[in-house]
Antibody, heavy 122, light 108 residues
Framework: EVQLVESGGGLVKPGGSLRLSCAAS????????MNWVRQAPGKGLEWVSS????????YYADSLKGRFTISRDNAKNTLFLQMNSLRAEDTAVYYC???????????????WGQGTLVTVSS | DIQMTQSPSSLSASVGDRVTITCRAS??????LGWYQQKPGKAPKRLIY???SLQSGVPSRFSGSGSGTEFTLTISSLQPEDFATYYC??????????FGQGTKVEIK
């Protein structure tokens, strides 16, 4: 069974940093691209960042302006999101999600974690 | 970047009603679109991929159509468990990928 379990969320002051983790199991993690998606309280879904299976390609939402870094450890089946210079508007539930690809075609996100809440407040 | 315009933002419907939600892309995205259902406090769940393919385990009352810039999610006969918020997601080419604004389906 595919499982994605996020951790690392919490309360942080503006300007602070936080590192989120997503532990993956039930599939060959090293062969899948992975993603972070966030949802501010009462708002819609926002794609945040993606990383290829080998970490060669990394993409970020323009709104992040270089403050976040996505990474992964394929030996430990774990995805990370390093968040620096946090702002109140980064307050959200952060989900990790697997990219569904086969035979060279990709079909969005097929599995999601349960999310971890990040609250940026003084 | 590709923008997704989803409509309506909310709707009220009764059990048994036929419901249609639309997403429009700012440029052609072939069929690189999926539909997701989200219930309060839960992670999104994929219903449709490749614009019209039904995710395994999803009831057949859900269907998707469209290609290029216009896409539709249809629920043929709304059931009590379908009251939720629905999002489209375009994943054409390389990121950034974008979600529609969401459609909240409420009980009339």
């Amino acid at each position: 069974e595919v499982q994605l379990v996020e951790s690392g969320g919490g309360l942080v002051k503006p300007g602070g940093s936080l590192r989120l983790s997503c532990a993956a199991s039930g599939f060959t993690f090293s062969t899948y691209s992975m993603n972070w998606v966030r949802q501010a309280p009462g708002k819609g879904l926002e794609w945040v960042s993606s990383i290829s299976s080998s970490s060669n390609d990394r993409y970020y939402a323009d709104s992040l302006k270089g403050r976040f870094t996505i990474s992964r450890d394929n030996a430990k089946n774990t995805l990370f999101l390093q968040m620096n210079s946090l702002r109140a508007e980064d307050t959200a539930v952060y989900y990790c999600a697997r990219t569904d690809c086969s035979a060279g075609n990709c079909y969005g996100f097929d599995y999601w974690g349960q999310g971890t809440l990040v609250t940026v407040s003084s | 970047d590709i923008q997704m315009t989803q409509s309506p933002s909310s709707l009220s419907a009764s059990v048994g009603d036929r419901v249609t939600i639309t997403c429009r892309a700012s440029q052609g995205i072939r069929n690189d679109l999926g539909w997701y259902q989200q219930k309060p406090g839960k992670a999104p769940k994929r219903l449709i991929y490749a614009a019209s393919s039904l995710q395994s385990g999803v009831p057949s009352r859900f269907s998707g159509s469209g290609s290029g810039t216009e896409f539709t999610l249809t629920i043929s006969s709304l059931q009590p468990e379908d009251f939720a918020t629905y999002y489209c997601l375009q994943h054409n080419s390389s990121p950034p990928w974008t979600f529609g604004q969401g459609t909240k389906v409420e009980i009339k």
